[in-house]
């Protein structure tokens, strides 16, 4: 699977979390952006779509689901995979049933998240 041409954004409100994960993601060769702000997010994939969204589900003014919907009403063929630090099933099950990708919880290792980047990645592909 190539990645070169996989573009992903991590959105998190912890800047911890996207300096983190930014290295990590990127040696699958996509091109990686982070933000810590979901609206300048938002704002950006707008103009930008891209492939995989890796969104924090808690933030402040904007929330992961909200993230969700948003995204794959302006592109259906992006994958978004949820990231969050209060996992319960009801999260999970309300965030798969509207069209996430996938859920991880935190502490993840980098290469947890990596490998269902590839397969949000090979889902992709046509």
Not at 35 to 61: C, G, Q
Not at 73 to 101: D, H, M, N
Not at 113 to 122: G, Y
């Amino acid at each position: 699977m190539d990645m070169k041409n996989i573009k992903i954004m991590v959105i998190d409100d912890e800047s911890i979390v996207g300096k983190r994960l930014k290295p990590a993601l990127e040696k699958t060769g996509a091109q990686v952006e982070t933000f810590e702000d979901p609206e300048s997010a938002l704002a950006h994939f707008y103009e930008n779509p891209t492939d995989i969204v890796v969104t924090d589900i808690r933030m402040d003014k904007i929330d992961g689901i909200e993230i969700l919907d948003r995204v794959l009403a302006k592109s259906g063929q992006t994958k978004v995979i949820i990231i969050t630090g209060y996992a319960t099933v009801e999260i999970a099950r309300e965030a798969l049933s509207k069209g996430a990708f996938d859920f991880i919880a935190k502490p993840f290792k980098p290469s947890d998240l990596r490998v269902i980047i590839e397969r949000a990645a090979q889902d992709l592909t046509p």
